[in-house]
């Protein structure tokens, strides 16, 4: 039967923020304790600017290499929606610690209709705070910047790992540096350094404030009007070319010509770009 | 507490790793495969040491495992490595190596992806194994993914059959430490010519196919006997029945139990099962995806539950596993006190799809056949990624190098309102888009083929090709020029482009769409992320010059976000700089010419 005393930590983030080499150095620090280690992690497809994740489990026994939602001791998150996205895997009483540089995907930015919000959840802070006793927030990318190099992020976050881990900084700092190119050996073991001596609470408090997904403003009360002089149209096809809704096409006369209006943003390009003055939005 | 150095007898490898280091240990001297995942990092591994084997990519699975054929037939011990979908495509050589057998071991790794991760399908490649009736192991972690290399090249050898070593993308990638043993340098039997064994006339098959079923009753004997399958015993309640990933989890949940933990899968020790049902009061098989277990159990008169508790979709997981017992009544039924639609809230709501990286330069081209009107028949890679929005450009993927031959299928079947473009990716093009090629030319089609060549295999993390100039230890060799081999088969239309020129890209593409029978156009920029990261300085937005247009938005880049500065309902945009290459595409499109390269990279301080 598993051992109670099986740690589980899940470490999260975007693919490119070094989560998997930060699993690794955690891997190789209980290793080195010779506690058995398992690591989970999915690579493929998924990392390509998708959800990246590290379940490391280790102790005296380990089954099951995933993490039960609810049972996690601590959660590394290196974005602050994907610290929201996995917290229901943390205990009630475990640690959340995340970066709070957002890193907002482009299917956040798409809504095209008027005033419309980006995607992209509010309140992140308060809904870990309700769900999760202790939240470490901390800007670990600016402190990797000032230090020298972002991409240090990971391995200052590790360092604020290692605060609520039992292994000392030294067994910590033998495992960078066996996982690290050798040229950044030394920058990484000042960010960790760096991170490990962040005191909490350190970041900015937001206001509290309720989660909330995107709110819809109101629809737009009418599709604009775009009218194409076809006497004065020569064909050149830069209105079709321009517009971002593709709302333009060229007809058989080769002449543009309206196919889709109601996608219309009203940018105006196709209008302002006209050489001949054959468009007008309305 | 002092820290204790690395025994240098153990390591953390995952699962890919420890199959490697279990074909080092057991003398394998022929590996070959095509990258994909769960499998790629088999063959990588491989390449790694510096041994006497011999390590390739082959353009495709089928080539995989026709060399290693070859490779067992010389007398050399082979493994041949592929993900669940690429032995669809070495089916044909499979069905029948199974009825020639081998001489030295081979021993065929599939990676199959419960959950579907990263694939097309989640089908279960245990099927396989009674299909072709030749046995299949299942180890359910990484120590036993590299102990099982060894039982599967023993049993290879005694049996005269290929193996299959079944791994999943859990199993594949789950880290744990493994036990090492020394490195055996690879023996080698010799070739022996025996017509009537490796000479599938339908005369010497017939034969044949009864040897594979005296086989399988001798392989059903191994099996009761064998220490592949292990009975741990538990309370006498309930008996679990079950193999790979899920016995873990069945461990986790349900320790107390009666356990079959069954690693070789197919031929099943039926015996041992009608003894082991008989210990327990209450008979269950846990095991992901199909009810292959479950069926020849129920076939052969055991009374078993399964899957009416434990689902056939989608990978398993401790809490799935726990609410499956809780479902059979083993565990007590939950507290109510869950709020699962606040959880579904979030996940719906935090929504990342993968995206194709900043600067890639397979963006560029969807742009252009979105403006074309084009119907975009895609295939496998990363390219598939230009199915989601902003580009939402290609409306079709199957299935391995499907594009030209369904581009074809859709052009002489339809009506000719819409261009019909079909676009592969290099890596694609070698595995199987040269035969539709030839299709589509012998039957005159009027096509335009984009071949996407990012001069690697990008998807599963870089791999190299025949197309690359190098091999998977990285040696120079010969190149397969793409242009040359399409002009050589007789396109008339071929035509290289730059995917960062977007009027260069329009003209082109254009320009193929309108020849009158097969074109070909050719990207010629690498891939952003390997086998390099490319980075040059980045670019910024100046605001003030933003018009809101959305332009550069629908390039869907991940380094173009909006900022909460509203113009005319519309947002205006701004650039990560910490994730912008370079690429200069947006700057390019932007009509305002409010993108501008930044001065210095403001990512990295000098230090």
Known sequence: ?282 | MATTTLTPAKELLSGNEAIARGALENGIRVATGYPGTPSTEILETLARYDAEHYVSWSPNEKVALDVGVGGALAGSRTLVTMKHVGLNVAADTLMSVAYTGVRAALVIVTADDPGVHSSQNEQDNRIYARFAEIPLLEPSDSQEAKDFVQQACEISERFDTPVLLRSTTRLSHTKGMVSLGPIAPPPVLGYERNLAKNVLVPSNARVRHEKVLERSARLREFAEESSLNRWERGSNAVGVITSGMAYQYVKEVLPEASILKLGLIHPLPLDLLRKFAASVQRLLVVEELEPVIEEQLKAAGIAVEGKEFFPRLGEFSPERVRQGFQKAGVLPSPPKNMEPEKGLAVQENLFRPPALCPGCPHSVPYLVLKKLNALVVGDIGCYTLAVYEPLAAIETTLAMGCSIGMAVGLQKGGDGARPIVATIGDSTFFHSGIPPLIDALYNNARITVLILDNQTTAMTGGQEHAGTGKNIRGEKVRTIEIAKLCKALGVEHVQGVDPYDVAAVFRTLKSAINHDGVSVVITNRPCVVSPVTIRTTPYAVNGKECDACQICMNLGCPAIVWTEEIHQGQHKVTIDARTCMGCAVCALLCPTEAIVALANDPARRAV
């Open chain 1, 1 to 282: 039967m598993e051992s109670p005393a099986t740690q589980n930590v899940l470490i999260v983030g975007v693919g490119g923020q070094g989560v998997l080499l930060a699993s690794d150095i955690l891997g190789t620090v209980c290793l080195g304790r010779g506690y058995q280690v398992k690591k989970s992690e999915v690579h493929g497809m998924a990392k390509r600017g998708g959800v990246v994740y590290s379940h490391v489990r280790y102790g005296t026994q380990v089954l099951s290499p995933t993490i039960e939602p609810g049972t996690s001791d601590v959660l590394l998150a290196f974005e602050p929606a994907e610290a929201l996205r996995w917290s229901k895997y943390v205990k009630p009483t475990g640690t959340v610690i995340v970066n709070t540089q957002k890193r907002i995907p482009p299917a956040a930015c798409q809504d095209r209709r008027p005033d419309a919000l980006t995607r992209y959840p509010r309140g992140i802070e308060q809904a870990l705070r309700s769900q999760i006793e202790d939240v470490r927030r901390f800007d670990a990318e600016t402190l990797a910047f000032e230090l020298g190099d972002l991409r240090m992020c990971n391995t200052v976050l590790l360092g604020a790992l290692s605060r609520v881990c039992e292994f000392s900084a030294e067994e910590w700092l033998a495992a960078i540096e066996k996982s690290v190119k050798p040229r950044t050996a030394e920058l990484n073991r000042r960010a960790f350094l760096a991170g490990r001596s962040v005191e909490f609470p350190c970041a900015e408090e937001p206001q509290a404030e309720e989660l909330v997904f995107e709110k819809r403003e109101a629809a737009r009360d009418e599709a604009p009007f775009i009218e194409i002089r076809q006497n004065w149209c020569k064909g050149c096809e830069i209105c079709v070319r321009v517009c971002p809704q593709n709302c333009l096409v060229m007809n058989g006369s080769k002449l543009a010509e309206v196919a889709k209006a109601e996608t219309c943003i009203r940018c105006m390009l196709c209008e302002w770009l006209c050489p001949d003055l054959a468009v007008s939005v309305h």
